[in-house]
């Protein structure tokens, strides 16, 4: 059996999926040739060199253009272009399908799915496609051509009864939340992960995203972070803090370490590919609510503290979540120190978050979307 698997570089989370998507085939199929590929990069590189470009530069420079954006994306003049343009480009892609000539399509963003979706209508591809919606709020992009999509999986139950509501059948569409990574499902020491990383054992320990992949809101970032540093000199807490691959991050939140003399509390990273590990031995989690970083902290039942998303769909992110009783999202105009000393001293509200997650984890979500698409009849 042949698969291809699309995904598309505006953000990393499409990317991630994919990769999830992809190992698990690896690590659980013999008889499966699986091959990741950028459709955007493929099509047209100048496009997608242009197009990510633009979006990296938005999302940090003007987060509000982006959000404009992804809102007349769904409807309106902007979502006509989008879909037209996703034609024409879709001819390109043909050339590939022919070549490969997959049995199954993959696609974890939904230039992906339209571009098959088009070539399917025109009778030019029978392969099956499944579209894997890489959010925790629907956006109409994903449903254009629907009709030719066989599989659709959401992250939970609602969205599920939003695809419902636009007259895709219920048998079509599986609430089994975005791929993450098998080793979210590892079972690890704990001890010894705590005494690699000289932390203590007997501290709430705070897991905290900093960097982004933009560096998105350094300033507000960087006085939440100094915020929750200051917590740590009357509580007994912990920091792990994360600065990504940001230079000028790394150094901002060393100097917040240093004014507040909290060398022994905090412990500062760079990139780590140790993310489950880290998650596996914290408390809280404080990160921009992007789908993927989402879905691993669900999966580690972590409580959140959502900073600096994205307008679109990451602040739709972030209010499912605080409507769900999981997250506190930090809002640009918030007293983050009121907020950040009110959520830290009452032990029951977190104990209630942690709770919450069970609603939406759905650790074995890689898994399960390689079940319904290898054994459903």
Not at 3 to 16: E, M, Q, T
Request: proline share 4%.
């Amino acid at each position: 059996m042949k698969v291809l698997i699309f995904y598309a570089s505006y953000g990393g989370g499409h990317l991630n999926a994919a990769k999830s998507i992809e190992n698990c085939i690896k690590n659980n199929y013999i008889d499966i040739d699986v091959e990741l590929i950028d459709c955007m990069k493929y099509v047209n590189k100048t496009i997608e060199k242009v197009t990510t470009a633009a979006y990296r530069e938005m999302a940090k420079k003007v987060p509000w253009a982006w959000g404009r954006i992804y809102s007349d994306a769904q409807k309106g003049p902007l979502a006509h272009i989008t879909t037209r343009s996703n034609k024409i480009l879709a001819v390109k892609l043909l050339r590939l399908l022919r070549e490969k000539n997959p049995d199954l399509i993959i696609s974890t963003h939904p230039f992906g799915s339209q571009m098959c979706n088009y070539l399917k209508r025109k009778n030019k591809i029978k392969a099956k496609i499944a579209t894997i919606m890489t959010d925790f709020a629907p956006h109409d992009q994903w449903l254009v051509g629907h009709e030719f999509t066989d599989y659709f999986f959401v992250a939970h139950d609602k969205m599920k009864q939003y695809l419902i509501s636009k007259n895709i059948p219920e048998d079509r569409i599986f609430s089994t939340g975005i791929p993450i990574s098998e080793k979210f499902n590892e079972k690890y020491n704990k001890s010894e992960i705590i005494k690699n990383y000289n932390l203590e054992e007997n501290k709430f320990t705070i897991l905290f995203f900093g960097g982004g992949e933009f560096g998105l809101g350094k300033t507000r970032t960087i006085q939440i972070f100094d915020n929750f540093v200051q917590e740590t000199k009357n509580n007994n807490i912990q920091i792990i803090a994360i600065s990504g691959k940001n230079p000028k991050m790394k150094s901002a939140f060393e100097e917040i370490v240093n004014k507040n003399k909290a060398e022994n509390s905090v412990i500062i990273i760079g990139f780590s590919n140790e993310v489950p590990k880290l998650m596996s031995i914290s408390d809280l989690v404080i990160t921009k609510p992007g789908g993927l970083t989402t879905s691993e902290s669900l999966a580690s039942n972590l409580p959140m503290v959502v900073i600096n998303p994205i307008p679109g769909q990451e602040e739709e992110n972030a209010e499912f979540l605080e409507s769900k009783g999981i997250a506190i999202w930090i809002k640009k105009d918030s007293d983050s120190k009121k907020m950040i000393e009110e959520l830290l001293s009452n032990k029951e509200k977190l104990k209630e978050m942690k709770e919450n997650t069970n609603i939406l984890a759905k650790p074995n979500s890689t898994l399960d979307i390689c079940k319904i698409l290898f054994f459903k009849k």
